[in-house]
């Protein structure tokens, strides 16, 4: 009697709150992975930067004992993977069950190969370890990290949903509906069949026909699922949230979950892990994150996603280039990147430099034609004129495609020497091409910066002590154009940010909120009426990222585009202002 009301409570907390939802979205985890190459490592089980060593060798992967492992071994591992350096190393952890064989024991390294095979080791195969002593490493993600981990957030959707539903599904009491989920290891069979590994899940038909895409009709006991090998962690996360409505969330998890939402029908938490993704872009020093979500929006076609990830890439290319994740870019991603105006980068021939040596680091990975079109996309009439000066001596791709060179140098020379009236005589010359448009150029004379407690002053009074700000201030002097033949007009700028009404009122403007930034010339602009100021507002965030690019309205800064803005922590930033002027 006692099990019968027992069952009894279980199904009543189970059939209430039901809720409905729609599908959407299509497949992840089946895209085609880079077939690993003899001597490759991965981390596995762990977040973007740490989890358990695993070795590729004779097709298979296998992990590494821990015998005898420091920093040094773990140097290796993480500068193979293109991580800055290792933080510690992880002895004892469990990553859950390791497949594979024990490639590696008794491992020594210097700290300065670079690659794991190429240390001191018995042999392949060669150990008196088990998987209990497989070691792993917590790689650093960069010497200026915002963030020390994976920070989480918590999604709650429970509202009166009673917490006894997880202690159901943890238990697995009364569950009549099996999840089996599968995903390829990396290794491969006897029979050249890709080797798979697998978890069950189980669950109660009552919860999961909610959503009817898992199929829980009667009748069907179970279903499997295929997902990648880095979402299998996360699986059970995401059922046990449809039982409680609450699951924690960090950037190594954001993408699995908001898949699975997608795919399951699961709406309320694809919408949220949606709007999680603008606050997790910051918070991945080596880029792998904001990279790998842009080829998922790709794939899924979420334009919305796909926009906001390259444009995070384009306001913070320069941390991009020096990021582990620079020479894995698709070429598709760093074409789509070379399209964008408000591309930041000190200027245009630094980013022809970063163009080539991208080239070179693929070497004969990329066709001809695939170089030639992305370096079509390098603005050459941007370019500073001394510097084109030298561009055919500094540049390695010039030799190998000359044409192309010559044909854009003429272009930017017509472009530098030729007044506008000129300019546009020419059939040949189309003011709308983006070439002739400038990115946001960070270097001087274009732009300066300036922090609010720029001008902060401690005060006293026989109560207590405060800060007391005053607007900061600063003068820039750029050419009235970027072409060469204005080098000699000059037009002063005044760059200033408003802490208070006061402050603005001295000035005799009128300031919305606060700080307010303004970027104003202190010269007359009439006489230059074939050239408009698109100035721009860079506010980035503790020295390290960029997070919102805003316009000016009547000289004041003002997010006119509808850009979202990224999470910056205390709202300790940078004003960076950016003078841009195009011919109109």
Avoid at 51 to 71: A, F, K, N, S
Avoid at 288 to 304: I, N, R
Avoid at 330 to 347: K, N
């Amino acid at each position: 009697m006692l099990v019968h009301r027992n069952l009894l409570t279980v199904w009543l907390l189970l059939l209430l709150h039901v809720f409905g939802s729609a599908a959407r979205f299509n497949l992840f985890g089946h895209k085609k992975n880079p077939v690993p190459q003899e001597g490759d490592v991965r981390l596995f089980g762990g977040g973007v930067a740490d989890g358990r060593v695993e070795i590729y060798h004779e097709g298979q992967w296998g992990t590494v004992c821990d015998d005898g492992w420091d920093l040094a071994e773990a140097q290796v591992v993480c500068r193979q993977l293109r991580f800055p350096g290792a933080r510690s190393v992880v002895i004892g952890k469990d990553y859950s069950k390791a497949p594979g064989p024990i490639w590696l024991d008794d491992l020594k390294c210097q700290g300065t190969e670079n690659y794991l095979s190429t240390c001191a080791f018995k042999s392949w195969g060669t150990t008196d370890c088990s998987h209990k002593e497989d070691v792993g490493v917590i790689c650093e993600t960069s010497g200026s990290n915002v963030t020390g981990g994976d920070s989480s957030y918590s999604l709650d959707h429970s509202i009166s949903l009673s917490d006894e539903r997880g202690q159901i599904f943890d238990s697995e009491s009364g569950c009549d509906f099996s999840i089996t989920v599968m995903s390829a290891t990396g290794n491969t069979e006897e029979d050249g069949t890709p080797e798979m590994a697998g978890s069950t899940v189980c669950a109660h038909k009552a919860i999961l026909s909610q959503f009817p895409l898992f199929n829980a009709s009667e009748g069907i006991s179970g279903i499997t699922v295929d997902i990648g090998q880095a979402c299998q962690q996360n699986f059970a996360s995401f059922i046990r949230y449809i039982y409680t409505r609450k699951v924690e969330v960090t950037f190594s998890s954001v993408q699995c979950l908001h898949w699975l939402a997608s795919k399951f029908g699961v709406k309320q938490l694809m919408e949220d892990t949606g709007r999680l993704f603008s606050q997790i872009l910051p918070e991945d020093a080596t880029f792998h994150t904001q990279v790998s979500l842009y080829e998922y929006a790709a794939e899924t076609g979420d334009l919305v996603l796909q926009e906001n990830c390259i444009q995070y890439l384009a306001w913070n290319y320069q941390n991009l280039t020096s990021s582990p994740a620079w020479t894995q870019l698709s070429v598709e991603l760093l074409g789509a990147l070379l399209l964008r105006s408000d591309l930041v980068v000190p200027d245009e021939y630094s980013l022809l430099w970063n163009v080539e040596s991208w080239i070179r680091e693929k070497g004969d990975s990329i066709s001809s034609e695939t170089q030639v079109d992305l370096l079509k996309r390098i603005r050459f009439p941007m370019i500073p004129a001394e510097a084109l000066n030298d561009l055919e001596s500094n540049s390695s791709l010039y030799a190998t495609h000359e044409a192309l060179y010559r044909e854009n140098l003429l272009k930017a020379l017509q472009f530098n020497v030729l007044l506008f009236g000129n300019l546009v005589s020419n059939p040949k010359f189309d003011k709308d091409d983006d070439d002739y448009r400038p990115r946001i150029y960070t270097a001087e004379p274009w732009s300066t910066a300036m922090t609010r407690t720029q001008n902060r002053q401690m005060h006293y009074n026989r109560f207590n002590q405060y800060n007391q700000y005053y607007p900061s201030s600063r003068v820039i002097n750029t050419p009235v154009h970027n072409s060469l033949i204005f080098k000699n007009n000059k037009i002063q700028w005044e760059a200033n940010v408003f802490n208070n009404q006061q402050e603005c009122s001295n000035r005799g403007v009128r300031c919305e909120s606060f700080p307010s930034a303004r970027l104003a010339p202190q010269n007359s602009l009439t006489e230059w009426r074939h050239i408009l100021f698109r100035n721009r507002l860079l506010l980035m965030c503790q020295g390290t990222y960029i997070f919102q690019v805003q316009d000016f309205k009547n000289h004041m800064a003002v997010n006119g585009s509808l850009a979202p803005a990224y999470p910056c922590p205390d709202d300790q930033y940078t004003y960076q202002f950016v003078v841009r002027p195009e011919y109109v």
